[in-house]
């Protein structure tokens, strides 16, 4: 048997669902080691976000069945997956390939993707 704190149960469950971060013009969604749902998506109101580049975390797949149906409601231009273990990284690619032909993946063994800066126009709203 175990003892395990209040503190420690309390860090276990508290984890970071997801960032947001402005790069030369582009909007990267990174979900680091947060599970991604349904109800993460619509209480971050994901959906409704313009998302350039979403970075997943490669484990996630495996844990949701729906997952393929679960990231087209990102509505990403591009999704990347990212820490694959080396040993995973020939089954994860032949698992892309048959359900999500358009994602990537980062590892050091695969490919490295480039994206040039997007123009970026700046708008001025005048509130009365």
Do not use: C
């Amino acid at each position: 048997m175990f003892y395990i704190d209040k503190f420690y149960i309390q860090f276990l469950i508290r984890q970071n669902y997801a960032y947001f971060v402005e790069i030369n013009g582009w909007t990267v969604l990174h979900v680091g080691d947060g599970e991604l749902t349904d109800d993460i998506i619509a209480g971050l109101k994901l959906d409704e976000q313009r998302i350039d580049v979403a970075l997943i975390y490669d484990l996630l797949v495996r844990r949701q069945p729906h997952y393929v149906s679960l990231l087209s409601k990102l509505n990403a231009g591009q999704v990347v997956f990212l820490h694959i273990p080396p040993d995973n990284i020939s089954s994860f690619a032949g698992w892309l390939t048959a359900n999500l032909p358009a994602a990537a993946m980062l590892s050091p063994q695969h490919k490295t993707l480039e994206y040039e800066a997007k123009s970026v126009e700046k708008t001025v709203k005048n509130y009365k």
